[in-house]
């Protein structure tokens, strides 16, 4: 029998992954569907039901739903729970299963590039839900946080979260500063970029070893990674994120193992 899988978010008419996914059923002979689903936030918990009443199999969760879903489930996964936040969700004997694959799909995207992460530094650019998500990931691997958010504010309220999770960080001005010179992983988690315009700042200056990651997807190379590429830096852009969280979830709804190639593949066709 046929399953069917969609994403639910508000925009959703750019999302990639119902390319994404529909390649990796395509390439394994998976006899499944996945849609995307416009649904505004007034609009949830009627989505939530009617996609449980039409037999879905499960489907991913984007802005701005991802906290607000939560008291429409049944139950979460530790992943889910450590988040406060869902990206997954799986119907399973009738249940509904929340799921956070975010942090561990940043994970696996960036760390074929670290010697490891215990110990060493990450600096967020931004504070708020994707920095959130990522600094949540990074203290659970051991790296030490030093926020920068426009609203120092923010910053500062993320800061005592990841000390409440066991964490150790900091917060400074949104500014370059003396952290350039001792930074191991950057990671630009504002929405500045995605409309084409400069970075606020110049990382003149910053450690050659640091691998600079923007998470924005579209366009491929931000400001700040080109400029990040002439500091001689390794650079990632979110392309391989939002990869492995979508890898991530189909493993978690269909076991075995995704077509890791075949989905990036099917992403990178999209953004041409
Ligand atoms: P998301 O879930 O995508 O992280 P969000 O929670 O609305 O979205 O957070 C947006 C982030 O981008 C915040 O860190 C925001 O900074 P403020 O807390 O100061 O608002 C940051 N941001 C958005 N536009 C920005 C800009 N022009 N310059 C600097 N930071 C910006």
Redesign the pocket.
């Known amino acids: 029998m046929e399953k069917h899988y969609a994403v639910i978010g508000d925009p959703i008419e750019h999302s990639l992954s119902p390319g994404m996914h529909n390649a990796g059923y395509a390439a394994l002979g998976v006899n499944a569907e996945y849609q995307r689903f416009h649904v505004k936030p007034g609009q949830l918990a009627e989505a939530v039901e009617g996609l449980c009443a039409l037999g879905y199999s499960g489907w991913n969760v984007t ?1 701005p739903h991802k906290e607000h879903i939560i008291p429409l489930l049944d139950s979460l996964t530790p992943e889910a729970k450590r988040a406060g936040a869902v990206n997954t969700v799986k119907i399973h004997e009738g249940k509904r299963i929340g799921h956070n694959t975010d942090g561990a799909g940043f994970i696996r995207s960036v760390e074929g590039y670290l010697n490891g992460f215990k110990g060493k530094n990450a600096v967020l650019l ?6 959130k998500g990522i600094a949540l990931a990074l203290v659970e691997q051991g790296m030490n946080i030093h926020i920068l ?3 120092r504010e ?1 910053g500062i309220e993320l800061v005592e979260l990841i000390k409440h999770w066991g964490g150790t960080a900091t917060s400074g001005e ?1 500014a370059p500063g003396d952290w350039l010179t001792d930074v191991d992983l950057l990671v630009q ?4 970029g995605l409309h084409d315009e400069p970075f ?1 700042f110049s990382i003149k200056g910053i450690f050659s070893q640091t691998l600079v990651v923007d998470i924005i997807v579209n366009p491929k190379e931000t400001s700040l990674l080109k400029e990040a590429k002439k500091q001689g830096c390794r650079v990632l852009n979110g392309l391989d994120m939002l990869l492995y969280q979508g890898t991530l979830a189909w493993e978690f709804w269909l076991g075995g193992q995704a077509p890791v190639e075949e989905m990036r593949q099917a992403l990178k066709k999209q953004l041409l």
Do not use: C, H
Request: proline share 6%; hydrophobic share 30%.
């Open positions: 802005l931004g504070g708020g839900g994707a920095a958010n426009r609203t923010k949104f988690t504002t929405s500045v606020p």
